[in-house]
T-cell receptor, first 115, second 116 residues
């Protein structure tokens, strides 16, 4: 089965500082990968998804970017954080097919606080 | 455009009772998938159950069952014999029609609180 790793678990950053959140996947190859943001007490907003190395699609215009340098690695970045970037960031993966291929599995998330 | 609606922002249920969490969806596609996820206070999203639009029988996973009524476009989650550990946020979600991206859209969630 798939396992999604994310780090760090918690991050406090000053406004204007850069950001790099990493997500890695175990247990599947060529997964679809997704970055979501969740504001406190709210639902999930899809930020980016990737169907393969170097292939990134953005769902909403924002201050963030994503990259996929390896098959099982997905990185969320920002050059200069804004206060509004605070939130809970979740990485998810969907296997290439077979058993459980319909389902997205999530990592443990990163709580980002921008001050 | 596809949409997921969860009309119950919060629910309180007595331990050991059954609980139904409502979910309705809107899509013009014939092929789609429906999911329920649980999010405890730790924040992780836990997959509970999946229902394909062509599945004739309602999906079941242990104490969880999905009451799928296709004509009414509803996909309610039923938890039997609720436990204190069931207290969490619950999200209904729908997969776009099959594509390489297979994006999933989420509802706004229902906060379930189980009373001892």
């Amino acid at each position: 089965s798939q396992t999604i790793h994310q780090w760090p678990a918690t991050l406090v950053q000053p406004v204007g500082s850069p950001l790099s959140l990493e997500c890695t996947v175990e247990g599947t190859s060529n997964p679809n990968l997704y970055w979501y943001r969740q504001a406190a007490g709210r639902g999930l907003q899809l930020l980016f998804y990737s169907v393969g190395i170097g292939q990134i699609s953005s769902e909403v215009p924002q201050n963030l970017s994503a990259s996929r340098p390896q098959d099982r690695q997905f990185i969320l970045s920002s050059k200069k954080l804004l206060l509004s970037d605070s939130g809970f960031y979740l990485c998810a993966g969907r296997g290439a097919g077979g058993s459980g291929g319909e389902t997205q599995y999530f990592g443990p998330g990163t709580r980002l606080l921008v001050l | 455009a596809q949409k997921i609606t969860q009309t119950q922002p919060g629910m309180f249920v007595q331990e050991k009772e059954a609980v139904t969490l409502d979910c309705t969806y809107d899509t013009s596609d014939q092929s789609y998938g429906l999911f329920w996820y649980k999010q405890p206070s730790s924040g992780e999203m836990i997959f509970l159950i999946y229902q394909g639009s062509y599945d004739e029988q309602n999906a079941t996973e242990g104490r969880y069952s999905l009451n799928f009524q296709k004509a009414r476009k509803s996909a309610n989650l039923v938890i039997s014999a609720s436990q204190l550990g069931d207290s969490a946020m619950y999200f209904c979600a729908m997969r776009e029609p099959y594509s390489s991206a297979s994006k999933i859209i989420f509802g706004s969630g229902t906060r379930l609180s189980i009373r001892p």
